[in-house]
């Protein structure tokens, strides 16, 4: 695929039989050549147009990289290759410790240029690379980002792609990698026109949103550059290192050769091209492990980097919490958690409850396509927080001692960890669903979100999406950070990362080097070489004898939640909590 020229005005239209465009107030006639319609003559950052289709209304261009009046609003041409840009020599993804957040809700300007000040914040926590929420523009002034309909344009709400640059390079001289989460799936419904310039979406196959972005009917073709140009954009052009592919289940296709693997085949010639490695990350609910196999290994391989593993979150919130009704119903147990934590996938082709159905397929501990950090691990993310009926997190309501212990778990584990913004202080902040649509959409947005938890037997109120308080509930407190409670949530998290990088065993990706046992029905023992990671959900006395797992000799506390002891060879819990342990062999 050839680099794009921002100095050229154009746009793929089969449908109409004229298209203008409308160029700083001046209406100009394009030129057709092969359903392109091009401008023939250069354009500059700062000048705003919009295409007008069979002598129609303006609307955005749909390779628009700055709506500055949102959705509905004119284009402004934009160069991200205009300036020079800082060194940055890559980083591979793998087994690092990323980060979500959102940019909105990440601080109190919800911009960019405010996000960065607290960047030192998260490489003294240990993170390694920060996972961005959508940002491509959306209705309104507030949105989760996946209602994004101009996927080219940065959200004009946090500055505009220039801030965004300012953002990722700011990252990059820190150290730290950059992941933007992408929707190639579905489009929002509000400002949505992309169906009037040509066959974007596909009849023939269905989705939750809809008809399917047209991935394999007539004209796929074209569609399938656009998205491809979308990521080439933010790989190459934006300097990112990754992006995290919403819902790829989702992404029907039934071409000889799958999107997700024709994105691998290309990500990997950019990465030629950019000189550091590129990794793509799968948000995938199929369970197999043929998604993060590289083209052509095995039948159905998609060539993903990673991919999240939401059976791992299931395992350790309902484990810790409690809750098993939905789709946490086949979770809870310990020995359910031990086989998420040594395989990543619960559901690997037995039964599924939820489904109804025999769902997945398993992971081969000794697997020579795929590893431990080919998975992507979490207690808390946007979904798993604020797809929650009030958006309230693990710690919310509950013992902090769960959070830890889950915590210890997940980050000292064999996967790829993620934190969610504000988890490492046990934020007191909630992250419901929010969004801004138009007079049109809005009420029913709001109904549906309440007959939605109406049906699951939900008696509270909802968080209406639409009310501007929504948004501003989620919006991390910072200064909390300080007070008793957050501090020492935040010592424990620094502590468990630090531990990571100081013992290459709790780095190491090999799962058939993972042994997990349970003592009892509330407590899991993880061994890693020769540390043991043990937490418990007890509310009573619990006593691990630490040398049935390690052996026996002299044993040294790494880290401890303040209940857990260590005497001789005994560990003794007075409440749920977590203790790192290490063997000291000759």
Excluded at 90 to 115: I, P
Excluded at 508 to 520: A, I, K, M, N
């Amino acid at each position: 695929m050839t680099p794009r020229d921002y100095g050229q005005i154009s746009v793929w239209a089969p449908k109409p039989s004229r298209v203008d465009v409308i160029l700083d107030g001046e209406r100009i006639p394009l030129t057709h050549d092969a359903d392109w319609w091009v401008l023939d003559r250069r354009v500059h950052p700062g000048q705003r147009y919009a295409f007008s289709l069979d002598g129609g209304d303006p609307l955005p261009d749909p390779r628009s990289l700055l709506q500055p009046e949102g959705v509905h609003g004119p284009s402004e041409v934009f160069d991200p290759t205009a300036s020079p840009r800082p060194p940055w020599t890559g980083m591979d993804l793998r087994g690092k410790v990323l980060y979500e957040l959102h940019v909105g809700a990440f601080t109190s300007e919800g911009t960019f240029d405010a996000a960065i000040e607290h960047l030192d914040s998260l490489v003294g926590l240990g993170v390694e690379a920060v996972e961005v929420m959508p940002v491509a523009q959306t209705p309104g002034f507030r949105n989760w980002g996946y209602d994004g309909v101009d996927l080219f344009a940065t959200n004009a709400n946090y500055g505009g792609p220039a801030a965004f640059l300012r953002f990722i390079d700011a990252a990059h001289e820190r150290g730290l990698g950059v992941v933007l989460d992408v929707v190639y799936n579905h489009l929002g419904p509000e400002g949505n026109y992309l169906a009037q310039f040509g066959p974007y979406f596909n009849p023939a196959h269905e989705t939750p949103w809809g008809e399917a972005v047209n991935l394999d009917g007539e004209h796929a073709r074209p569609v399938r550059d656009f998205l491809l140009a979308n990521a080439r954009q933010w790989l190459v052009d934006f300097g990112m290192d990754g992006l995290r592919l919403d819902a790829v289940h989702a992404l029907t296709d039934d071409s000889p050769e799958h999107f997700l693997a024709e994105l691998s085949r290309n990500a990997a010639l950019w990465s030629e091209e950019t000189g550091w490695p590129l990794t793509l990350i799968a948000e995938s609910d199929v369970n197999q492990p043929a998604t993060v196999s590289p083209v052509g290994s095995v039948p159905g391989a998609r060539g993903m980097g990673m991919q999240w593993a939401d059976d791992v979150h299931h395992a350790l919130h309902a484990f810790f919490t409690g809750e098993t009704q939905g789709y946490y119903v086949d979770f809870g147990s310990a020995e359910v958690l031990a086989k998420a934590l040594t395989r990543a996938f619960v559901h690997d082709g037995g039964w599924s409850t939820f489904r109804e159905k025999p769902w997945g397929a398993p992971v081969d501990p000794r697997g020579e396509h795929y590893d431990g950090h080919s998975f992507v691990v979490f207690i808390q993310d946007h979904d798993q927080v604020g797809n929650r009926a009030v958006g309230d997190r693990v710690n919310h309501g509950a013992n902090d001692g769960f959070q830890a212990a889950a915590a210890a778990l997940y980050l000292l584990g064999p996967f790829t960890p993620m934190l969610f913004m504000g988890e490492e202080w046990a934020t007191s902040t909630p992250f419901p669903y929010f969004c801004d649509m138009g007079p049109d959409l809005a009420p029913l947005v709001t109904r549906g979100r309440r007959e939605e938890f109406a049906d699951t037997g939900w008696a509270g109120d909802i968080p209406d999406p639409e009310d501007p308080e929504t948004f501003e509930s989620a919006k991390l407190r910072w200064d909390e950070r300080e007070d008793d409670g957050h501090t020492r949530m935040l010592a424990w998290y620094r502590t468990l990362l630090r531990l990571r990088t100081e013992y290459p065993e709790l780095r190491s990706p090999d799962l058939s080097l993972v042994e997990v046992t349970c003592p009892d029905d509330d407590t899991v023992v993880m061994v890693r070489g020769s540390l043991a990671v043990i937490s418990t959900r007890a509310t009573d006395t619990v006593e691990v004898d630490v040398a049935k797992v390690l052996g026996p000799g002299g044993l040294e506390n790494l880290a401890s939640w303040d209940t857990a002891e260590l005497e001789d060879t005994l560990v003794a819990f007075d409440g749920p909590g977590a203790v790192v342990i290490r063997a000291r062999r000759a």
